[in-house]
């Protein structure tokens, strides 16, 4: 074992020692269920940790991570992990979660080629030229990114509440609310894009789905 392996394994012992004082049982309590409010889906940046921005512990939040957050419809393991968090779990809340200065939206502006990853983020390729007129006005770079990182998190919201899973939750009575967050590196600062949708009717028609 390597030593930077060993380190993160000393690491672990003297958490696991320093959280069990001050939770008395607490690994008890986790090792027999979990029963998080929230979901969380964000972005796979190593600056964005879930817990700790949000100020929960283990077993409080249920976290999907993908590179720039993104809730494709093809997309099995974000679907699956909607799904459990929904039907399962029965969580309250899902936190759609951006962050300024994203890499995969800042190379989904860009024109060359990055690799596999181009595939994934082609949507946001799409939400950019949906809003092409109000990119051409922006003259700053960063304030580019910026915008269309609010604008992927929007969209992402959307792509939630558009599915089976959330719409069927709503239609059996489920109280389930979906929100976007956009976190600050620069600052640590959460901020609520105001989208927060926890109906059917508060979807486009042509997206509502009924019986």
């Avoid at 690994?27 to 269920?33: P, S």
């Avoid at 994203?102 to 390729?125: F, T, Y």
């Avoid at 051409?136 to 089976?164: F, G, M």
Wanted: one cysteine or more; glycine letters at 8%; proline letters at 2%.
């Amino acid at each position: 074992m390597s030593q930077r392996i060993e380190q993160l394994i000393k690491n672990n012992r003297e958490w696991a020692s320093r959280f069990e004082k001050s939770n008395p049982g607490i690994f008890d309590k986790l090792g027999k269920q979990q029963n998080p409010d929230y979901l969380w889906i964000g972005c796979s940046d190593s600056r964005v940790p879930a817990n700790t921005i949000i100020g929960l512990d283990p077993g409080e939040v249920f976290v999907h991570r993908n590179v720039a957050n993104i809730v494709n419809h093809s997309d099995l393991s974000v679907l699956s992990v909607l799904e459990y968090a929904v039907s399962v779990l029965k969580v309250s809340d899902i936190i759609l979660c951006g962050h300024y200065g994203c890499g995969g939206v800042k190379a989904a502006l860009e024109s060359c080629e990055h690799g596999i990853v181009d595939n994934w983020l082609r949507g946001i390729k799409d939400t950019y030229q949906s809003h092409r007129e109000e990119f051409e006005a922006i003259s700053i770079e960063e304030e580019r990114v910026n915008y269309l990182c609010e604008l992927n998190v929007i969209k992402q919201v959307q792509n939630i509440c558009h599915t089976t899973i959330v719409q069927n939750a709503w239609k059996s009575g489920q109280k389930l609310s979906v929100h976007g967050v956009i976190y600050g590196i620069n600052d640590g600062i959460l901020k609520d894009l105001k989208v927060t949708t926890n109906s059917i009717s508060q979807l486009e028609p042509i997206y509502q789905l009924h019986d």
